[in-house]
């Protein structure tokens, strides 16, 4: 019996697990019978992998060929798994040497020509080969640049199977193939999800935005404390043009954070081809059809995918025309608003995403979306049913509420000199944002609207002189307690921004009439 042994990863969600592939070749009927746990496409593999052998000019043993996948226990799905078991089939037909692939984590999906395809998931899969200790993957060309992302690990590409086995024969490489064409690139922007980015319009800039003065400053503040927010107004008062420049206001994403969100992007096929490594904060604007699978993240059997709150991970999940979204996929919200991940559980198998985003909602004042309000025909009933699909729960949550109005001509003709720039914003919700981090050094949060209650009215709570309206509000039963809490982290963040110590009474105040969506 000839035995042979790589490895390759199998991915649940965005975590890996490193997978041995087993290759034995023993008497009996000749085939090739496959073992633990495979999904339909993972049992397909078989024709794949035979094709591509001969195609790459090897012999294909014509004995009985078993290929195990341990643990067996766990579910393995997905075509990431091809190449790994054509080359542990081949060291076990003694093609290449057994040693050479016993070290390597190898994975990609194999064409019938024999060619190494890409695969969604490569960061993912890279990053637990990492943590588990491995040093060398083996990847297709085209996920190079993904794979090269992961620090203190030796990547080797290639783009065909036969070019893989010259490398691992120490035999000089083949003529290289045409390279593949990029369609068939496995990254393209997920169904339902609509990433809102320059476009032919140039770059965005808070600037562009005229009067707002209000919402501006509700941008700032959201940007600073990561506080979720909701404008209403009649249309072109201005609504999206804000919420598409949050981004521009907030900082680059870390090294560590920027490689969870690309790993997210890349298990989802929505990683831009040009941009391996998102280093800005995503803003995802899902249509208003959108499910509640295509909200938080779902599929069949094991083949689970992630949602718009985790494609908006460490960024902004814009809704706009909140209230044309189902009801059901905005509730579904209120967990991973609480938690900043989503567990999905099926039958076969359960998966869990992060999903710690900025969510902005917008709306119109009511189903006619009159630009004026005395031209509004929908009856009082009608206009608090349209608001109404906003559960109170879900408004709970939302630390920020606004209620715009259409600028005015003077507005629009004399703020271009005092509208600022996202340039300036931003450096002050950096210096707000360094503030915040100082006094939360020795804490597991990063952000003030990360702060659990308990530890923010143990901990953080401001003088009492400066909490008189906000115990008030309280005692009058205007507030809720969650209101409460979020009152607290929205005046830490304006403190912040104002380079105080701690909130004074009208950084108290001006929290409160966000919370309410009355001007104070």
């Known amino acids: 019996m000839a035995l042979a042994k790589t490895r390759s990863v199998s991915l649940v969600g965005v975590e890996g697990f490193v997978v041995d592939v087993e290759a034995a070749i023993t008497s009996g009927v000749p085939g090739l019978h496959l073992v633990g746990l495979p999904d339909t496409a993972l049992n397909e593999a078989r024709d794949r992998v035979r094709a591509a052998v001969y195609n790459s000019g090897e012999d294909w043993p014509?004995?009985?060929?078993?290929?195990?996948?341990f643990p067996a226990s766990l579910p393995k799905r997905g075509s990431i798994f091809d190449t790994a078991i054509a080359v542990a089939l081949m060291a076990a037909a003694e093609a290449i040497p057994p040693r050479s692939c016993e070290g390597l984590v190898v994975i990609g999906e194999l064409g019938l020509d024999g060619r190494l395809r890409a695969v969604p998931g490569a960061l993912a899969a890279v990053l637990a080969a990492s943590q588990a200790g491995c040093t060398t993957v083996v990847v297709p060309s085209a996920n190079r640049a993904e794979a090269e992302l992961v620090?203190?690990?030796?990547?080797?590409?290639?783009?065909?199977?036969?070019?893989?086995?010259?490398?691992?024969?120490?035999e000089p490489p083949p003529i290289e193939e045409a390279e593949e064409p990029a369609d068939a690139s496995p990254h393209s922007v997920a169904e339902g999800m609509v990433l809102s980015g320059q476009g032919n319009r140039g770059p965005l800039d808070l600037a562009d935005v005229r009067g707002q003065a209000e919402a501006r400053r509700a941008l700032e503040i959201s940007a600073a404390g990561g506080h979720h927010l909701f404008f209403t107004g009649p249309p072109g008062c201005g609504k999206t043009m804000l919420a598409e420049r949050l981004p521009t206001l907030m900082p680059p994403l870390d090294r560590e954070e920027a490689l969870k969100v690309t790993a997210i992007h890349s298990v989802a096929r929505a990683l831009?081809?040009?941009?391996?490594?998102?280093?800005?904060?995503?803003?995802?604007?899902?249509?208003?059809?959108?499910?509640?699978?295509?909200?938080v993240g779902g599929g069949h059997?094991?083949?689970?995918?992630?949602?718009?709150?985790?494609?908006?991970?460490?960024?902004?999940?814009?809704?706009?025309?909140?209230?044309?979204?189902?009801?059901?996929?905005?509730?579904?919200?209120?967990?991973?608003?609480?938690?900043?991940?989503?567990?999905?559980?099926?039958?076969?198998?359960?998966?869990?995403?992060?999903?710690?985003?900025t969510l902005v909602l917008a709306a119109n004042p009511c189903p006619c979306a009159a630009a004026k309000q005395v031209d509004c025909c929908c009856a009082p009933g009608v206009r608090?049913?349209?608001?109404?699909?906003?559960?109170?729960p879900l408004l709970d949550r939302i630390d920020l509420k606004l209620e715009l109005t259409p600028a005015s001509r003077a507005e629009l003709r004399y703020d271009l000199e005092f509208a600022e720039a996202s340039e300036v914003v931003a450096e002050r919700v950096l210096q707000a944002r360094e503030r915040t981090a100082k006094r939360l050094a020795d804490t597991p949060w990063r952000f003030n609207s990360e702060i659990p209650g308990p530890e923010l009215r143990r901990r953080f709570t401001p003088p009492p002189e400066a909490m008189r309206a906000a115990d008030a509000a309280l005692q009058n039963g205007s507030l809720s307690v969650r209101g409460f809490d979020r009152i607290l982290r929205v005046a830490w963040t304006i403190a912040d921004l104002a380079g105080r110590d701690q909130p004074n009474e009208d950084d108290v105040g001006g929290a409160l009439a966000l919370w309410t969506g009355r001007r104070p």
Not at 62 to 69: D, G, K
Not at 151 to 170: K, M, N, P, T, Y
Not at 384 to 392: A, E
């Open 62 to 69: 014509n004995r009985h060929v078993t290929i195990s996948l």
């Open 151 to 170: 620090d203190d690990l030796q990547v080797i590409s290639a783009s065909s199977l036969r070019g893989l086995l010259c490398l691992l024969r120490d």
């Open 272 to 295: 831009p081809s040009d941009q391996p490594l998102i280093t800005r904060p995503p803003f995802y604007a899902p249509h208003h059809t959108a499910s509640t699978a295509a909200m």
């Open 301 to 357: 059997g094991r083949h689970i995918q992630p949602g718009a709150v985790s494609l908006a991970h460490n960024g902004i999940l814009f809704l706009d025309e909140a209230p044309e979204f189902q009801r059901t996929a905005l509730d579904a919200l209120r967990q991973p608003l609480e938690e900043g991940e989503v567990r999905i559980s099926r039958i076969e198998g359960a998966a869990c995403f992060p999903a710690r985003f």
């Open 384 to 392: 608090r049913r349209y608001l109404n699909k906003l559960s109170g």
